[in-house]
């Protein structure tokens, strides 16, 4: 039996920005390896309980990141953060972005979470950039969905 095909691998280039920042890495690799990398935090930080001022922060990385102009990521949440109750937002990054790759972390919990250097705080999938044609029109063809939306399935 043939191994399943993976793809070309785009080549990103990271900036240290920060002594105690690390390189993005996937924990597992191969042909059933991880589908995103790990990104760690190159600070100290306290995520304030929900509802307190400061429940949402901008974690550092202390990278910043070169995509080819093909690809470009998205930030997804680690699941050990997220049984937690800490959660990612504002998770895209553009091909032309240079800056520093900051974590959006939003704490739904009652407590504070306390992140160290070098804890993984997210994760990075690498995703190849589509530029679609947008078309206005007056109407929309069938599909056995329809309009139905959120929740739909019965979920």
Known sequence: MA???IGVMPTIKVLKLHPAAQMPRYAHVGVYGDLAADLYSCINAQLAAAGEPG???AVPTGIALEFPATHGALVEDRSGLAVKGVTTLAGVIDPGYRGEIKIVLTNLNAAPVELKAGDRIA???IVQRIEASFEEVVELGEAARGAAGF???GI
């Open 3 to 5: 191994s399943p095909r």
């Open 55 to 57: 429940s949402t922060t």
């Open 123 to 125: 994760q990075l999938r």
């Open 151 to 153: 929740g739909s399935t």
